[in-house]
Nanobody, 125 residues
């Protein structure tokens, strides 16, 4: 069992930056692919970014490419989402997710095994 706890959300102005963190429990964290998803009010949950177990492969939703960066620190069982040039449309609850056997990156939420509780990001224009 893996427990995921997100932090770093909050209120930002358009153009600002925020850094989300996701701390994971468990000794096998380094073997998991990790992802960030988000869900805005009235919308379905959508993929944001994914990183493989070694951290050498990443993928992003088109809407965040060039603005968001996913990274991981396996020694600290933590992943990050650096969000720059925030827009009002980035407003959502952001969720961290983990997948066992994470050799690749994964874009569908059904491919993940564990989820955090989410952290709210609100961007005002």
């Amino acid at each position: 069992q893996v427990q995921l706890v997100e932090s770093g959300g909050g209120l930002a102005q358009a153009g600002d930056s925020l850094r989300l963190s996701c701390a994971a429990s468990g000794r096998t964290f380094s073997s998991y692919a990790m992802g960030w998803f988000r869900q805005a009010p009235g919308k379905e949950r959508e993929f944001v970014a994914s990183i493989n177990w070694r951290g050498d492969t990443t993928d992003y939703a088109e809407s965040v490419k060039g603005r968001f960066t996913i990274s991981r620190d396996n020694a600290k069982n933590t992943i990050f989402l650096q969000m720059n040039s925030l827009k009002s449309e980035d407003t959502a609850v952001y969720y961290c997710a983990a997948r066992r056997g994470g050799y690749y990156v994964y874009l569908r939420d059904t491919e993940y095994d564990y989820w955090g509780q989410g952290t709210q990001v609100t961007v005002s224009s």
